[in-house]
């Protein structure tokens, strides 16, 4: 270990020590973002960037399990992503598929997918599905898998859901519109039964959510760091938190 791994280790130490469990955040949105940038930065590819950006998703499980944190929401693809050329779209939906296979054969999370399956291959489909039912009932982390996700889509198929089901039950427009509540809109998100999101990390410096979770995170704190996702640090992770439980939650009070 040389000297700069100590001071690293020694400081990340000192960060850890200083957190208070009760004040962590019981579930973290993750806006995993800078693999292609990490990739050139190195002189690799995107495929590489991607690579190594699935494999600091382990890493970062277990951190999230050495705290309180109960649920972990992924952005693995958003819906803008799937209009990349193909040559890049392939292989990374080829990595999001082996990553997802991986969390539900480790048998320490439980498994669920969020976004809209018709939009992905079917092979991504499959995958999806076999690691929900394979993971869906293990006690651990709920780890969350946003592919093919879009939170305007998210608030779409909540509302079309919605009416499709008062409308089977004979329930006419004019009366879902009276008595239609915040509530019964999130019953029908992807996270329906979910805490919100307490505290949404994204990496590489970009300071907006791009449409992650636009219903879920009105009352989230949100955590912007510089460094991109395959570089992301356990003390990146431990400041995040530390951060989180400086701040005062009033939620409009």
Not at 181 to 196: A, M
Request: proline residues 3%.
């Amino acid at each position: 270990m040389n000297l700069r791994d100590l001071v690293y280790k020694l400081y990340a130490r000192r960060v850890e020590d200083r957190l208070d469990h009760d004040q962590a955040p019981k579930h973290i949105g993750v806006i995993l973002d800078g693999n292609r940038r990490w990739a050139r930065a190195a002189g690799g590819t995107a495929e590489q960037g991607h690579k190594a950006g699935a494999s600091k998703i382990e890493e970062l499980l277990g951190w999230c399990a050495e705290t309180d944190v109960e649920v972990v929401t992924l952005w693995l693809l958003s819906t803008d992503n799937l209009n990349r050329p193909e040559s890049e779209l392939l292989p990374l939906v080829g990595i999001i598929e082996d990553t997802v296979r991986d969390l539900a054969a480790d048998g320490r999370w439980r498994v669920h997918h969020v976004g809209q399956l018709d939009l992905l291959p079917a092979s991504t489909q499959k995958v999806l599905k076999e690691a929900e039912q394979k993971a869906g009932d293990v006690d651990g982390i709920l780890v969350n898998v946003a592919v093919g996700y879009g939170g305007r889509q998210e608030i779409t198929d909540a509302v079309r859901s919605l009416l499709s089901n008062r409308a089977a039950r004979g329930i006419s427009l004019d009366e879902c519109a009276e008595s239609l509540t915040v509530e019964d809109i999130s019953e029908h998100l992807y996270t329906r039964g979910q805490p919100d999101p307490d505290l949404i990390i994204r990496t590489s410096g970009e300071t907006r959510l791009s449409g992650f979770m636009l219903w879920q995170s009105a009352h989230s704190e949100y955590y912007f760091c510089e460094v991109l996702w395959p570089g992301f640090r356990k003390v990146d992770f431990l400041r995040a938190l530390r951060d989180y439980a400086a701040r005062h939650r009033r939620y409009g009070g």
